[in-house]
């Protein structure tokens, strides 16, 4: 069991606002990622795939895969910042507080 930080326990409507809020970052990161991530992806690597012998169906994978990337990229940390005032700590904080073996965490963690 993961014992109960000291203190008063924050309301259900406080997780419920957290939930709300990680996943109107989740919809807004989908949204910028859908609209210039492809684009970002094919300026980035247009001009190194140009001189390449890679088949144009390769080529596009590349594009959707940097596009993937930046999306995740976009939406990460908009979901941590949204998602930053509603809880005390993160998640791998707490388990660290419950881990018998504290030598398999580094010292800033």
Not at 25 to 34: N, T
Not at 36 to 63: D, H, N
Not at 73 to 101: E, I, K
Request: with cysteine; hydrophobic share 50%.
């Amino acid at each position: 069991r993961v014992p109960t930080p000291p203190g008063p326990r924050p309301a259900a409507r406080q997780d419920l606002l957290g939930f709300a809020a990680v996943l109107a970052a989740v919809a807004v990161g989908y949204l910028l990622s859908d609209r210039f991530a492809q684009p970002v992806a094919q300026a980035l690597l247009g001009p190194l795939l140009e001189g390449s012998t890679l088949e144009p169906l390769l080529q596009k994978r590349w594009v959707d895969l940097a596009a993937l990337l930046l999306g995740i990229g976009f939406t990460l940390p908009l979901a941590a910042w949204r998602h930053g005032g509603r809880s005390s700590r993160p998640c791998w904080v707490a388990c660290r507080a419950t881990s018998r073996s504290r030598a398999r965490w580094p010292s800033w963690a």
